[in-house]
């Protein structure tokens, strides 16, 4: 039935749903907690309520395990309502863009003026080692997918929001900016695709957000991108990076993105 929605009509569909089942007026801003996120997120603000993303118009379950696939909406301590979504559709899903940017399109209906988009991603610059956040400058999409349709010119110049990164540096003023390549995955690089996205002038390679990015600028939403280095890029480390060792570090890293986290909040 949802197939004869167009998206826009379905993101409006789902802020309405989640709009009453909350008896909320409005979203303020909107996050997107990528892998290593969603216990940086835990314990800010007030819980509203909670909803499994399923429910809502437009939504599927995310298929990898750990992804979440839950929304929660928080009032923060300055009053502003948060929306958490723990869990994102990838392009790599196969369930096509629009599944892919409706979170950010149902925030924007949702009457959010800012979107979060966090990621965990594998670093190029082998000075940032797993746990590292980084703020996103720009982005280069290697997906050759779009979630505009048609003649849509939308301009990308300060996609990342020069006044948000501002906010975050007073929050965390040794926050290193890069720009993030979006690979279509799910596949990892090779190392040649590696020092390719290196050489293009990308710093993190990943394989989300920039089709969120692009959807939520034509939407009118001021974006901030984190990335948070989990891992270093295939062939940057002389030795592959041990599983435990990237939980470990990406654990180790959670208070910091939970001060940064809350620092956004207070000044969102
Ligand atoms: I976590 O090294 C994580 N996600 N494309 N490459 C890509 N995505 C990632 C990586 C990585 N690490």
Same mark, same amino acid.
């Given at each position: 039935m949802t197939e004869t929605y167009e998206p826009q009509q379905l993101a409006e569909l789902a802020a309405k749903t989640l709009l009453t089942r909350f008896d /909320? @007026?409005? %979203?303020d801003l909107a996050l997107v907690l990528g892998s290593g996120w969603s216990g940086a &997120?835990? *314990?800010? !603000? #007030?819980?509203i309520g909670e909803v #499994? =993303? @399923? #429910?809502? +118009?437009g939504f599927a379950k995310p /298929? /990898? @395990?750990?992804?979440g696939g839950t929304l929660r909406l928080v009032r923060t301590a300055n009053h502003k309502v948060a929306a958490f979504f723990s869990g994102r559709t990838h392009?790599? #899903? *196969?369930? *096509?863009v629009a599944a892919v940017v409706h979170g950010v399109r149902t925030a924007a209906a949702a009457g959010a003026t800012a979107v979060v988009l966090t990621n965990g991603c594998g670093g =190029?610059? +082998?000075?940032? !080692? +797993? !746990?590292t956040p980084v703020l996103l400058r720009d982005h280069i999409n %290697?997906?050759? @997918?779009?979630p505009l349709a048609g003649a849509t010119f939308i301009d990308l110049?300060?996609?990342?929001s020069p006044r948000l990164r501002d906010l975050a540096h007073e929050v965390d003023p040794e926050l290193p900016e890069g720009v993030y390549v979006q690979f279509p995955g799910p596949q990892y690089e090779t190392p040649a695709e590696v020092r390719m996205a290196k050489i293009l002038g990308g710093d993190l390679v990943g394989m989300s957000t920039t089709l969120e990015t692009i959807a939520a600028r034509e939407a009118g939403l001021e974006v901030l991108g984190i990335s948070l280095v989990t891992n270093l890029g295939? *062939?940057? &480390? +002389?030795t592959p990076l041990d599983h435990a060792e990237v939980i470990a570090a990406g654990k180790a890293a959670e208070p910091r993105l939970r001060g940064l986290l809350a620092g956004l909040l207070e000044r969102l």
């Open positions: /909320v @007026a409005n %979203l &997120s835990i *314990g800010l !603000g #007030e819980t #499994e =993303l @399923a #429910e809502l +118009p /298929v /990898v @395990a750990g992804h392009y790599y #899903e *196969g369930r *096509g =190029l610059n +082998p000075a940032w !080692g +797993p !746990g %290697l997906t050759a @997918a779009t110049t300060q996609a990342y295939a *062939g940057i &480390s +002389p």
